[in-house]
């Protein structure tokens, strides 16, 4: 069974600072997948990643995929209150048809003033 | 937004009871998911349907069923409700299963299952 481990799992900063988000898989794969989800609310898609070295980004936040490594990574630039929210990055396991997804546990990230 | 709904959004029931919750989507994708959410645990796949009357097991599927009798619709079902299954369920949707392009999968609002 595909592991995915997120990094850290709570995440506190000050609004304008730089952080990144890490997200380690067991197996290969080459798709990756990055969500948010608000309190109470559903889980929104960000950024889809298809293959080694892919870079994706929107406005303060930029995902990056290494294939290899079995690393993502989500970083986020002069951070702002609006991005506080929990963070998922999702694997696709390329075993199956189905394209069957593992979720790691989130990263619940609070920017503050 | 995808339109997927869910229903009911919110339901109390009690140990040992049936409780089925509705997925239904108007965007015809072929392919349906049941989640489930707990703290610490992220998401975890129920079961999930490839097409009408297909569907299989994911990872935590024991004490869940699901049906498919029309695309539109994923019924997931609690034979006999347990405190353990208090949860939040979010149903997904897919266009293509292998991850084509650049299909993702999309979400519904949830439903918050409370189980006494």
């Known amino acids: 069974e595909l592991k995915v481990e997120q990094n850290p799992l709570f995440l506190s900063m000050q609004e304008g600072k730089n952080y990144t988000i890490y997200c380690n898989y067991s197996t290969t794969s080459d798709r990756l997948y990055w969500y948010r989800q608000d309190p109470g609310k559903s889980l929104e898609s960000l950024f889809v990643l298809l293959s080694n070295g892919a870079v994706k980004q929107e406005g303060r936040l930029m995902a990056s995929l290494d294939t290899k490594a079995r690393l993502s990574t989500l970083h986020i630039t002069a951070a702002v209150h609006d991005l506080s929210a929990t963070y998922f990055c999702?694997?696709?396991?390329?075993?199956?048809?189905?394209?069957?997804?593992?979720f790691g546990r989130g990263t619940q990230l609070t920017v503050w003033p | 937004d995808a339109g997927i709904t869910q229903s009911p959004r919110h339901k109390v029931t009690e140990t040992g009871t049936p409780v089925t919750l509705r997925c239904h989507q108007t965007?015809?994708?072929?392919?349906m998911y049941w989640y489930r959410q707990d703290p610490g645990h992220g998401l975890r796949l129920i079961h999930y349907s490839y097409g009408v009357k297909d569907t299989d097991k994911g990872e935590v599927s024991d004490g869940y069923s699901v049906s498919r009798s029309k695309t539109e619709d994923f019924l997931l079902t609690l034979e006999s409700a347990t405190s353990s299954q208090t949860s939040v369920y979010f149903c997904?949707?897919?266009?293509?299963?292998?991850?084509?392009?650049?299909?993702?999968?999309?979400f519904g609002p949830g439903t918050r299952l409370t189980v006494l």
């Open positions: 999702a694997v696709e396991d390329r075993g199956s048809t189905l394209g069957r997804l593992y």
């Open positions: 997904a949707i897919s266009e293509t299963g292998q991850g084509f392009s650049t299909d993702t999968q999309y």
């Open positions: 965007e015809n994708h072929r392919y």
